[in-house]
C-alpha cells in the first residue's frame, strides 16, 4: 500500500531531550516536507527536501533540523525540545521534485513539557 | 510575504446543500492545492490546480490564476464531508503557505 508512515503517533517528552520523528514514503517520491499545525495559526513549512542531500528552510525552521540521506526517509530532529514547540506535526511527500499533489502521513503530536 | 485567504472560515450545512469555499492569495503562485482534513486529523489532497478546473465525483475546484483565487465547490453534501478544507500555494521561493482552512460541518 502507498503511504507516508511517520512515528511516533504521540510523544510526550521534556524540554532539552532531543527527540527524532521518523518519516518514510514507500512511493519513490522525490519530494519530502515536514510541517507543524496549530490552533489558529494553520499549517506552517518547516523545511522541505526536493531530492537526496538536498534540503531548504521553510517558515518556521527555527529549533528543528532535518536530514535527506535516503530517498525514503525525512526524519525530523527537535535537538534541544522547548514548550513552543508543543503541536501536531505531518510530513508529506510528491511524486516530482516541487510541491505536486502531496501525501501526508497521519501525524505526530508531540507535546514538550 | 504571501497572504492566502479563505472564506467563509465556517460552513454549516444541511445534508444534500451545495456549497463554495474560496481561496485568495495576494501574489503570483507556482500551484495550489486543495485539501480536506477529516475529524481525526487525517489530510487528504482533494485537487492539485494551479489553474483551470478538475472535477471529482461531488466535488469540483476552480483556479483562476490571473485572478489570484480558487474556488472548491460541493455538490449534494453528505456528513462525511465534514471537516476543514485548507488550500496551500506554493510560492515563487518553493515554500509552501497554508490558508487558515474552512470548518464544514454537514448535518444529517
Known amino acids: 500500500e502507498a503511504q507516508v508512515t511517520q512515528n511516533p503517533r504521540y510523544l510526550i517528552t521534556v524540554t532539552g531531550k532531543k527527540l527524532t520523528v521518523t518519516c518514510s514514503q514507500n512511493?519513490?517520491?522525490?519530494?519530502m516536507s515536514w510541517y507543524r499545525q496549530d490552533p489558529g495559526l494553520g499549517l506552517r513549512q518547516i523545511y522541505y527536501?526536493?531530492?537526496?542531500?538536498?534540503?531548504d528552510k521553510g517558515d518556521v525552521p527555527e529549533g528543528y533540523k532535518v536530514s535527506r540521506k535516503e530517498k525514503r526517509n525525512f526524519p525530523l530532529i527537535l535537538e534541544s525540545p522547548s514548550p513552543n514547540q508543543t503541536s501536531l506535526y505531518f510530513c508529506?511527500?510528491?511524486?516530482?521534485?516541487?510541491?505536486?499533489?502531496?501525501?501526508f502521513g497521519s501525524g505526530t503530536q508531540l507535546s514538550v513539557l | 510575504g504571501i497572504q492566502v485567504e479563505q472564506s467563509p472560515p465556517d460552513l454549516i450545512l444541511q445534508e444534500g446543500a451545495n456549497s463554495t469555499l474560496r481561496c485568495n492569495f495576494s501574489?503570483?503562485?507556482?500551484?495550489l492545492q486543495w485539501f480536506h482534513q477529516n475529524p481525526w486529523g487525517q489530510l487528504i489532497n482533494l485537487f492539485y490546480?494551479?489553474?483551470g478546473t478538475k472535477q471529482n465525483g461531488r466535488l469540483s475546484a476552480t483556479t483562476v490564476a490571473t485572478e489570484r483565487y480558487s474556488l472548491l465547490y460541493i455538490s449534494s453534501s453528505q456528513t462525511t464531508d465534514s471537516g476543514v478544507y485548507f488550500c496551500?500555494?506554493?510560492?515563487?521561493?518553493?515554500?509552501?503557505?497554508f490558508g487558515a482552512g474552512t470548518t464544514v460541518t454537514v448535518r444529517a
Open positions: 496551500a500555494v506554493e510560492r515563487n521561493d518553493y515554500k509552501l503557505s
Open positions: 501574489d503570483s503562485v507556482n500551484n
Open positions: 527536501s526536493m531530492n537526496v542531500e538536498v534540503t
Open positions: 512511493m519513490n517520491h522525490e519530494y
Open positions: 508529506a511527500s510528491s511524486r516530482r521534485s516541487y510541491a505536486e499533489k502531496l501525501f
Open positions: 490546480i494551479p489553474s
